[in-house]
């Protein structure tokens, strides 16, 4: 994430992505599959994400991910909101998150990640542009 940036993101279809090798870093990725699937591993664990699920990966956590583009185009959004913004909500020693994975939350934040792709797919970076008005980078 560039410094003095709110986030780092982009779409797996601008960058045809197949393979993302083992890594971790200091910030907490959140990825919404628009379509087709990811396999993911993250801490060791394997399981799939398909079209609509959000998948939330805590700073630190090891993670991989292959995306198979055949027969169609896998499309996700990924953002990566580094800890140094993250910082500005939590006083904490450990930023750590987890998901609500069904009601309401789950489904509004499905709702602004949609929301969010299309601004991102019309080339609208707006995340960087707002990181002045939280005032904290």
């Known amino acids: 994430v560039s410094e003095g940036a709110l986030a ?5 279809s601008e960058n045809r992505i197949g393979k ?12 919404m599959v628009l379509d087709g699937e990811v396999l993911y591993t993250v ?11 959000v998948v939330l990966i805590n700073i630190g956590d090891y993670h991989s991910c292959q995306i198979d583009h055949r027969p169609q185009a896998c499309e996700a959004m990924n953002i990566i909101f580094p800890e140094e913004f993250l910082r500005c909500f939590s ?13 309401k939350e789950d489904d509004k934040l499905k709702e602004l990640l949609e929301k969010l792709y299309v601004i991102f797919k019309q080339g609208g970076y707006a995340l960087c542009a ?6 904290c980078m």
Not at 8 to 12: D, E, I, K, V
Not at 43 to 53: E, I
Not at 91 to 103: C, H, P, V
């Open 8 to 12: 780092w993101t982009y779409l797996f």
């Open 20 to 31: 993302v090798s083992r890594h971790w870093h200091q910030g907490l990725e959140l990825t």
């Open 43 to 53: 801490n060791g664990k394997h399981f799939t994400a398909k079209k609509g699920d």
């Open 91 to 103: 006083k904490s020693d450990r930023i750590y998150f987890e998901l609500a994975r069904t009601g």
């Open 130 to 135: 707002a990181c002045r008005q939280w005032g």
